[in-house]
């Protein structure tokens, strides 16, 4: 028998057993061969690629569901990840963080430019990513990081630079508060050689991967719980109808944010500017950021997203 004939009817004795649902004394039978012959037809079909076994875990066809209606509806390639029925939301964080980070190893390429947001997600992110080295790969810093006590830069730092440890990479750090005092102070920054670098090295992206941050979240989103906004920041917030954030701007509801004040004092980029990025990897966690996720993508700032189950389903649920 020839190797072509071999395989011929290694895939007949398959189909019969995968596809019919046949007893291997049976095709043994039908074939005139011994079962232990069927048993290895079996496995040669499987080693040859005639065969692909996939198991589906309970659960799997509902988030499937899930991810299906989630990228139809907000146009963005969506990843869910299967809850745990004891997970609370650190650890659902934790599996969007791995997955994430998964998902962005498998995007980086060399020389790429990459943006990175900074807070509580990405925290996670980079501490699932593993090391290897990717050669010209440059991180930029896509919104200030000091806040009204001076602090904050080194925490975001020490977020960075480990990333660029684990790939090997050079970081561009932006040196300036999250929120300025004033405009009229961000807008004179923006014009310093060494501010208006940073922001020239962001518009080289490629890739840019971000959290959304949101008021009361579960596990605390960074710029809300280290003194990043006064009170009176809180209330204008809150008359502006805003949400939640990405990238230290702020949403409504509906995805809209250029009139809201405090984004005149924000120094991140907005929507807008971030569509210009060709991929942009954005990860949500806790039923507590369905709401500011919503507004972002309705504000389009996404085109790939990581997402546990349960905060899809209370994503889809605000429909």
Not at 4 to 27: C, H, K, N, P, V
Request: hydrophobic share 45%; net charge neutral.
């Amino acid at each position: 028998m020839t190797p072509d004939d071999r395989l011929e009817t290694a895939f007949t004795a398959a189909r019969m057993y995968y596809g019919e649902s046949q007893t291997m004394e049976a095709i043994a039978s039908a074939l005139s061969v011994s079962r232990s012959t069927v048993s290895r037809m079996l496995r040669d079909a499987r080693e040859a690629g005639l065969v692909q076994i996939s198991l589906r875990p309970p659960g799997a066809h509902r988030v499937e569901e899930l991810r299906r209606r989630i990228s139809q509806l907000y146009g963005v390639q969506a990843h869910v990840i299967a809850a745990g029925a004891t997970e609370d939301e650190r650890e659902r964080l934790q599996a969007v963080a791995d997955a994430g980070a998964t998902m962005l190893d498998e995007m980086l390429e060399p020389g790429m430019t990459v943006g990175m947001a900074w807070g509580t997600t990405i925290a996670a992110l980079v501490g699932s990513l593993r090391p290897r080295p990717v050669p010209g790969l440059r991180i930029v810093q896509l919104n200030g990081a000091i806040n009204t006590e001076g602090s904050g830069l080194t925490y975001v730092s020490t977020v960075l630079s480990r990333a660029a440890a684990l790939w090997d990479a050079t970081v561009h750090h932006f040196p300036v508060p999250a929120f300025f005092d004033y405009a009229a102070t961000r807008d004179a920054m923006w014009h310093e050689r060494s501010v208006h670098r940073v922001l020239e090295t962001q518009q080289q992206c490629t890739l840019a991967v971000f959290g959304v941050g949101a008021f009361d979240a579960a596990v605390p989103s960074h710029v809300y719980t280290n003194n990043y906004l006064t009170e009176e920041d809180l209330r204008s917030l809150r008359a502006d109808g805003a949400v939640g954030d990405v990238c230290t701007v702020f949403l409504r509801a509906d995805g809209t944010y250029r009139d809201i004040a405090m984004n005149a004092r924000c120094s991140g980029p907005d929507p807008s500017q971030l569509a210009r990025i060709p991929r942009r990897l954005l990860l949500a966690a806790g039923t507590r950021k369905a709401l500011p996720l919503r507004a972002a993508l309705r504000a389009g700032v996404a085109t790939d997203l990581v997402i546990d189950e349960v905060t899809a389903m209370s994503l889809l649920a605000l429909r």
